[in-house]
């Protein structure tokens, strides 16, 4: 039996039963997504999704990878993107696919032609529910790096302390990508409340080892070159003991055991500052 | 250095390949170090230790596993790691543990750091890998 009869066959029961089948497969992926989805939305993406499937079968047969498939796979896409988006399970999201093997089988396994047929076409889908897998699992990882950054972005506020001093209260590890967006933010609060004092808090962070504090180092540096003085609190004595004996040196960077040290000094300098300036202009 | 893992039913595993696993191989020794009731300092020297060893394990060592165990000894309870990379091996380990030495572009201090930090170290490494060991003891 040539393959041409396989699509034939095909072609003509997907028209033939177009309405019933639309609504057996609407009925099957409804219940499975049980109201969290509108269903004229669901009926909608199905009926287009059957058509694109009818229409690629009947263009280049029934190879998924295909070119006469590329509508169906970006229909397949934009719906995996949506659903992932919404909160749908990945089981839940394939099921929309592998509903409709469901709705043939009764209509195409009664004979051994209509049989080959359906396992041909059982085939076809399983290759679409893999794509749709496949574009769920890169929305979520796109969702959850997107996250992570936001996460990154909200762990790492900098906040003016007093006129002229702004504070980094650190928690947690620090990371090349944490430092870099610490390093901007504390510039660019720098510049926006024209400070010349910044204070780095380590409070929150539990091990510095060497690669934290060339990170610490370099952050002092940057805001050194933007003219600001910068302190490092929140050493605590295990820390502090941690660091000597790794051989760790500050150089001449100031550091205090506590932030209220960092600021009640910094405040001093900061009105040290303002009385030259005055001073200046006598 | 003496085996302590043979037999031992404290040991846990964590493979390290990425900075994200040196996280969770520095968590592993802090429980083990807690367990054991190391004083904090004690804690954060070993911890110390064991995040500057998991990264050059990940850096130089193209990743490896790290297995740390609770022990008993003379001098009380202490805390045993074991760090083994296959990677391409120390070249030469004396100046690798001289301070500042660095052949990327680290401080060149986790090394010889490390080892000031524990009170037994050991470094045995060849063109199969290098497997670092360390213990840490309660007193
Ligand atoms: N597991 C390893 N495999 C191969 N080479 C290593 C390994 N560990 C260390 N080295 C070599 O030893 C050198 C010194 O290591 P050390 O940890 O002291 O410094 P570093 O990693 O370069 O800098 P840092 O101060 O940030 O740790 C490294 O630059 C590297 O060449
Ligand atoms: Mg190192």
């Not at chain 1, 002092?220 to 003991?241: F, H, K």
């Not at chain 2, 190391?38 to 490896?64: F, P, W």
Request: charged content about 20%; overall charge negative.
């Amino acid at each position: 039996m040539a393959p041409e009869e396989n699509t034939q066959l095909l072609i003509e029961t997907l028209t033939s039963h177009r309405e019933e089948f639309l609504a057996q497969w609407g009925a099957i992926v409804g219940e499975a997504l049980q109201g969290r989805l509108s269903v004229a939305e669901m009926r909608r993406e199905l009926g287009e999704l059957y058509e694109a499937i009818l229409q690629a079968i009947a263009a280049g047969g029934l190879d998924a990878d295909g070119e006469a498939y590329g509508e169906t796979r970006s229909l397949l896409i934009e719906l995996s993107r949506n659903r992932a988006r919404q909160g749908f399970t990945p089981t839940e999201t394939a099921t929309s696919v592998f509903a409709l093997k469901a709705v043939l089988e009764p209509a195409l396994t009664g004979e051994e032609h209509g049989t080959r047929t359906y396992l041909q076409f059982a085939k076809l889908l399983d290759g679409l529910a893999l794509l749709t897998t496949e574009a769920y699992v890169r929305t979520r990882e796109e969702i959850i790096a997107s996250q992570a950054e936001q996460l990154l972005e909200l762990s790492t506020p900098v906040v003016q302390l007093w006129k002229g001093v702004v504070g980094v209260p650190l928690v947690g590890t620090l990371d090349s990508a944490r430092t870099q967006v610490v390093m901007e933010k504390l510039l660019q609060t720098l510049v926006d409340t024209d400070s010349t004092h910044a204070i780095i808090d380590i409070t929150g962070v539990p091990t510095v080892d060497t690669q934290v504090a060339q990170h610490l180092l370099k952050t002092v540096v940057a805001a050194r070159m933007m003219g600001a003085q910068c302190t490092i609190s929140g050493i605590r004595p295990q820390i502090a003991q941690t660091i000597v004996a790794l051989g760790i040196q500050f150089g001449d960077i100031q550091t205090n055991a506590s932030l209220a040290d960092a600021l009640r000094q910094a405040v001093r300098e900061v009105a040290k500052d303002a009385e030259d300036d005055v001073r200046g202009l006598l | 250095m003496k085996d302590y893992l043979t037999g031992n039913a404290t040991v846990e595993s964590v493979p390290v390949a990425s900075s994200k696993d040196v996280v969770q191989a520095r968590q592993v020794v802090r429980n083990l170090a807690q367990r054991g009731g190391l004083s904090l300092v004690h804690q954060t020297k070993l911890v110390t230790a064991a995040s500057e060893l998991a990264r050059n394990m990940v850096v130089y060592g193209g990743g490896g596993v790290v297995r740390a165990a609770e022990v008993n000894g003379p001098q009380g309870v202490g805390v045993f790691v074991e760090f083994r990379d296959d990677g391409p091996g120390i070249r030469d380990v004396e100046q690798a543990l001289t301070d500042g030495w660095s052949s990327g572009r680290g401080m060149g201090l986790g090394l010889s750091g490390a080892q000031r930090l524990v009170n037994e170290f050991d470094i045995q490494t060849g063109p199969d890998g290098t497997t670092v060991t360390i213990v840490k003891w309660n007193r």
